[in-house]
């Protein structure tokens, strides 16, 4: 099973531009990666998903190399409300792939200070 | 359009009894996952239903069970409540057609305290 590693923790300042990298070294071929955003007391929200190489939409961009070992979140110029845990998921959701292969890494804790 | 709902949104149990939490499904969506979230760690996948049948399973009990309805609202099930079952449930829908992964979306999440 693809597990996943971030860093426990970042801190930023408002205006800047986040990077938070994922390791799935044991990735697997039918293996999408997806990130989400997760508030306190709230379901996870999705921010972003991709199989190869740059997937960019309006709040993020998602960098992926020919490997596929690892990926990058970039949040272009954060804000205070972009202070949130960020979760790397891996994993095959195609109808009888899913099994149990949905695991989410132990997420990365960005704070942003103005 | 309708998010994921999920209900109630607070729960106290002791330990031993069983509970039942609810989730509706995003409109359009076919497909639901239930997640336990721990405080302080990410999501673990419980299970998957698709058409009314279990599609996938993570590393739980079979104490912890599930149902998807015609509707494709779905709801887990948990026996013999234990301490360690305090968590926040998270339930998410997603459409499955056979292709390409599908994206998931979560509802708020039932908070469960077993004591």
């Known amino acids: 099973l693809a597990k996943t590693t971030q860093p426990i923790s970042m801190d930023s300042y408002e205006g800047q531009e986040v990077n938070i990298t994922c390791s799935h070294n044991n990735i697997a071929t039918n293996d999408y990666i997806t990130w989400y955003q997760q508030f306190p007391s709230q379901g996870p929200r999705f921010i972003i998903q991709g199989y190869k190489t740059k997937v960019t939409n309006e709040v993020a961009s998602l960098f992926i190399p020919a490997d596929r070992k690892s990926s990058t979140l970039s949040l272009p110029r954060v804000s205070l409300s972009d202070t949130a845990v960020y979760y790397c998921l891996v994993g095959d959701m195609v109808y009888g792939g899913s099994q149990g292969n949905l695991i989410f890494g132990k997420g990365t804790k960005l704070s942003v200070k103005p | 359009e309708t998010g994921v709902t999920q209900s109630p949104t607070h729960l106290i149990k002791t330990r031993g009894q069983q509970v039942t939490l609810r989730c509706s499904s995003q409109s359009g969506h076919n497909t639901v996952s239930w997640y336990q979230q721990a405080l302080g760690q990410g999501p673990q996948f419980i299970f998957q239903?698709?058409?009314?049948?279990?599609?996938g399973r993570g590393n739980f009990p079979p104490r912890f069970s599930g149902l998807q309805f015609p509707n494709y609202s779905s709801e887990l099930n948990v026996n013999a409540l234990e301490l360690d079952d305090s968590a926040l449930y998270l339930c998410?829908?997603?459409?499955?057609?056979?292709?390409?992964?599908?994206?998931?979306?979560f509802g708020p999440g039932t908070r469960l305290l077993v004591l």
């Open positions: 998410a829908s997603s459409l499955v057609t056979g292709g390409p992964q599908e994206t998931q979306y």
């Open positions: 239903y698709y058409r009314e049948e279990e599609n």
